[in-house]
Nanobody, 124 residues
Framework: QVQLVESGGGLVQAGGSLRLSCAAS????????MGWFRKAPGKEREFVAG????????YYGNSVKGRFTISRDNAKNTVYLQMNSLKSEDTAVYYC?????????????????WGQGTQVTVSS
């Protein structure tokens, strides 16, 4: 299992940007597919973005396509989520997740390790 710690959340105005980071422990980070999920009050946990172990393949939820970008730096054991053109409906707790053996899919059950989450609040 890999340990994950998110950072970079905060309060931002609608239309603004934030970059989330997820630092992973362990020597085998480069073999994990990574993902970002979010959960807003009263809503189901939602897949936001995913990335393959090499970074060559990326996947996005429909609600964030064209606005969010996922990337990773395997040398730094870190995955990022660049969020642009933020909307009030992006307000949620954002979670980083790792999938051993590569990215398998956007389901919660495809990921075996989770961070504690970081709050993103977008004011309108």
């Amino acid at each position: 299992q890999v340990q994950l710690v998110e950072s970079g959340g905060g309060l931002v105005q609608a239309g603004g940007s934030l970059r989330l980071s997820c630092a992973a422990s362990g020597r085998t980070f480069s073999t994990y597919g990574m993902g970002w999920f979010r959960k807003a009050p009263g809503k189901e946990r939602e897949f936001v973005a995913g990335i393959s172990w090499s970074g060559s393949l990326t996947y996005y939820g429909n609600s964030v396509k064209g606005r969010f970008t996922i990337s990773r730096d395997n040398a730094k054991n870190t995955v990022y989520l660049q969020m642009n053109s933020l909307k009030s409906e992006d307000t949620a707790v954002y979670y980083c997740a790792a999938s051993d053996g590569g990215f398998k899919g956007p389901r919660h059950s495809d990921f075996g390790s989770w961070g504690q989450g970081t709050q993103v609040t977008v004011s309108s």
